[in-house]
């Protein structure tokens, strides 16, 4: 059965600083990886989509990886600023659905 | 731009009341699915659909049902609302598996009491 697990579950840093959001899963037959933002009481705004072919995807500040072999993701955050602030989810997709971990909820202070 | 639109942002309903929730995208979607969310729970899918008129269960469609009569068009059913189903509820949409992605609406608050 596909677990997805994602630490830290929050982290609080000062603005300026470079992220790094790990997302690790269990069973690597899966279409792709998508990482999700998620403010308070709001829906889920994708971010990123990484097909199970590709290694990494950018969108500006943003920079996503994956490695299907040891079952891991990384979503990268340069220069965090306070607007960055949310919850992150990342999600593999598998036949039929979408297995989301739990999140990370970050904290970015000016 | 792909838009998810959900019929309500916050909803409180009786027990034993039956409660709809409307879900409306405007990309000719084929997929579209529901979600809730919970705290420590995350994310977990009730219900989706690959065409109109068809649906498929999720990993918690238990006190659920679902509607699907137009390609734009998905509907959560409560038949008879209890307190456990108080939760975000997501609706969410894509053009396929694989490669594409899955666009969400804003979510609908219920409260059940």
């Known amino acids: 059965k596909q677990e997805v697990t994602q630490i830290p579950a929050a982290l609080s840093v000062p603005e300026g600083e470079n992220l790094v959001l790990n997302c690790s899963f269990t069973?690597?037959?899966?279409?792709?990886l998508q990482w999700f933002r998620q403010d308070p009481g709001k829906g889920l705004t994708s971010l990123l989509l990484i097909q199970s072919s590709q290694r990494e995807q950018t969108s500006g500040r943003l920079n996503a990886s994956l490695d299907k072999s040891s079952g891991r993701s990384t979503l990268y955050i340069a220069a965090s600023q306070p607007g960055d602030s949310a919850t992150y989810l990342c999600?593999?997709?598998?036949?039929?659905?979408?297995?989301f971990g739990t999140g990370t909820r970050l904290q970015v202070f000016p | 731009d792909v838009k998810v639109t959900q019929s309500s942002r916050y909803l409180v309903k009786r027990t034993g009341e039956k409660v709809f929730l409307e879900c409306v995208q405007d990309m000719d979607h084929e997929n579209m699915f529901w979600y809730r969310q919970d705290p420590g729970l995350g994310l977990r899918l009730i219900y989706f659909?690959?065409?109109?008129?068809?649906?498929e269960k999720g990993d918690i469609p238990e006190g659920y049902s679902v509607s699907r009569e137009k390609k734009e068009r998905f509907s959560l059913i409560l038949e008879s609302a209890s307190t456990n189903q108080t939760s975000m509820y997501l609706c969410a949409s894509s053009p396929g598996q694989g490669a594409y992605e899955q666009y969400f609406g804003p979510g609908t608050r219920l409260t059940v009491t």
């Open positions: 069973d690597s037959a899966i279409y792709n």
């Open positions: 999600a593999v997709e598998v036949p039929d659905k979408l297995i």
């Open positions: 659909s690959y065409d109109v008129k068809m649906k």
